[in-house]
């Protein structure tokens, strides 16, 4: 079956401009997360949804990122006026339940990488 | 704060040797923990999850451990080949994931 998609798979920046990231849940899952890799790095939670709720968004590390999931299935990470700093990957995880119980897997996407030249 | 360390940070071996990659946390309210394998310019796979409950979880040539108490899980990969190279993080989870930084593996022809 499908899996996790993200587009696009590789997006270059200027410094300054705005870019739109987006996740495709596998069909039906209820949560969905998203993380930041640095180069080098394991991943970094920064926001999680509950459907269409988004239930934790302490890992955004300044106001110019900005997620949704309007209708509870495809969701986009926004930054606006990207910086050097935020170049890394973003990788996007969906769960079929809530994330609350033992059993509970995340599956992955293949991940967005950002280059903000 | 949960706090992930994974070590050693690389790791080369010969063919057939077996591989031990380890990782401590600092919080042990943890749902589970799960190990994961990433490929250069790939997402994440996962190779197992250990429930909170549970002290081990095996597939095929992969064997990890859990001590909760102690905050330390270990992964176990029996006989490595070649096509085990890759980075392995390992994760806990509370809803969401804290990941350690990896262990980036060499297995040598």
């Known amino acids: 079956g499908a899996g996790v998609s993200q587009s696009p798979r590789y997006k270059v920046a200027k410094r300054g401009q705005d870019v739109a990231l987006r996740c495709d849940p596998i069909?039906?899952?209820?949560?969905l997360f998203w993380y930041q890799q640095a180069l080098g790095q394991g991943p970094e939670f920064l926001t999680y949804?509950?459907?269409?709720?988004?239930?934790?968004k302490s890992g955004l590390p300044s106001d110019r990122f900005f997620a949704e999931r309007p209708e509870g299935s495809v969701s986009t990470l926004k930054i606006q006026r990207t910086q050097q700093e935020d170049s890394a990957v973003y990788l996007c995880?969906?769960?079929?339940?809530?994330?609350?119980?033992?059993?509970?897997?995340?599956?992955f996407g293949p991940g967005t990488r950002l280059t903000v030249l | 704060k949960q706090e992930v360390t994974q070590i050693p940070a690389a790791l080369s071996v010969p063919e057939g040797e077996n591989l031990v990659l380890n990782c401590s946390f600092t919080d042990s309210a943890i749902y589970n923990l799960q190990w994961f394998r990433q490929d250069p310019g790939k997402g994440l796979t996962s190779l197992l999850l250990i429930q909170s409950s549970q002290r081990e979880q095996t597939s095929g040539r992969l064997n990890a451990s859990l001590d909760k108490s102690s905050g330390r899980s270990t992964l176990y990969i029996a006989a490595s080949q070649p096509g085990d190279s890759a980075t392995y993080l390992c994760?806990?989870?509370?809803?969401?994931?804290?990941f350690g930084a990896g262990t980036t593996v060499t297995v040598r022809a």
């Open positions: 995880a969906s769960s079929l339940a809530l994330g609350t119980q033992s059993t509970d897997t995340q599956y």
């Open positions: 949804f509950q459907n269409e709720a988004q239930l934790d």
């Open positions: 994760a806990v989870t509370v809803y969401k994931l804290s």
């Open positions: 069909s039906g899952h209820v949560s």
